[in-house]
């Protein structure tokens, strides 16, 4: 049977392409379901609180990079989105005296515009947040040197190499509105894949690289960091990719209830817990990861149901 077009970009595979009884099943979830859909390989925790939240997601950076030494450099790759943990790392750092002379840090994405990733004089730029939010705000005697700051801003296959080389400890990121980490969004429905998303496998070997982004991010982007102002937003982006997320020793996923919403939140969590791997749904890839962490907030979860406005 053939799957159902998209109901939100014809032209794309996405979440509305898969089978109604799935879509249905997560919908019922409560908040109270979300702790037996923990399995071996993928933990769930809850916070009640947001301050709560986001130190717990600061203190991973910290938890990474302690373990760096000259031998054995260990990182942490990073999202933007969210952003609130980016100071608290800064102000761990320095107030307990961690030294990160041996840590790294990877971003997972950098916006590209006519064929370039953007300098970090561009507004949205993901680089400029992790340095005007983070990096710039740790005492200069307990900074990592610049070449230990890795950034998908240039050549896109040395970023990869990057991961053979140190240690990725964890790899962080939050879910979008199209159930995206970094920016691995769903493929056109096209070509090889007009009747059918890439397999799992197929979609596994993609790396870093610059993508053409769902038009359900454009608009997400734009509500979440433009004011809504969509022509703002570029529609390319670079990429940390499946290959190098595959390499860290942990993939951790902050949902605080900002970028996605109620039902995509049980969706993901539902398709992981039950190992259905589907490209239109690339997070849910992650069933095949031996090492995932789920976060919540827990007033974010909310509840999927009609609610007039």
């Known amino acids: 049977m053939a799957r159902p077009i998209s109901k939100i970009a014809p032209g794309w595979w996405d979440y509305t392409t898969l089978d109604a009884e799935l879509l249905q099943d997560a919908a019922r979830l ?19 609180t947001i301050e709560d939240f986001y130190l717990a997601e600061a203190l991973e950076y910290l938890t990474a990079w302690r373990q760096a030494t000259a031998d054995n450099p260990v990182g942490i ?50 680089a400029k947040a992790d340095m005007d939010l983070c990096f710039n705000h740790i005492d200069p005697a307990l900074r990592m040197p610049a070449e230990n700051l890795h950034f998908p801003t240039g050549d896109l296959e040395a970023y990869s190499r990057s ?7 964890i ?17 056109p429905r096209a070509g090889a894949y007009r009747d059918a998303p890439p397999t799992p496998q197929e979609y596994r070997q993609l790396p870093a690289r610059v993508v053409d982004l769902h038009p359900m991010t454009i608009i997400q982007n734009a509500r979440t960091s433009g004011g809504g102002n969509v022509s ?16 860290a020793d942990q993939v ?9 919403n109620p039902f995509g939140m049980r969706l993901t969590t539902l398709m992981i817990a039950k190992g259905l791997a589907d490209a239109a749904v690339p997070m ?22 009609a609610e007039m406005h």
């Open 284 to 305: 849910s890839l992650l069933a095949d990861h031996p090492n995932v962490h789920f976060h919540f907030f827990r007033p974010g979860i909310g509840k999927v149901e």
């Open 77 to 126: 790759c990073g999202p933007i989105g969210p952003t609130e943990q980016l100071p608290l790392v800064a102000r761990l750092v320095n107030t307990l005296g961690i030294s990160l002379k041996h840590a790294h840090f990877w971003g997972m994405d950098e916006w590209v515009q006519q064929g370039q990733p953007v300098p970090t004089t561009h507004p949205l730029s993901f």
């Open 232 to 247: 703002m937003v570029p529609t390319q982006a670079a990429t940390v990719g499946p290959v190098e997320t595959w390499k």
């Open 30 to 48: 409560q908040a109270e379901d979300f702790p037996g859909l923990a399995r071996p390989g993928f933990r769930i925790s809850f916070y009640d």
């Open 163 to 169: 991961y053979d080389t140190v240690r990725c400890a």
């Open 252 to 260: 951790s996923i902050w949902h605080a209830g900002n970028h996605d």
């Open 171 to 187: 790899m962080q990121g939050g879910q979008g509105e199209v159930k995206h980490w970094a920016f691995n969004d769903p493929p």
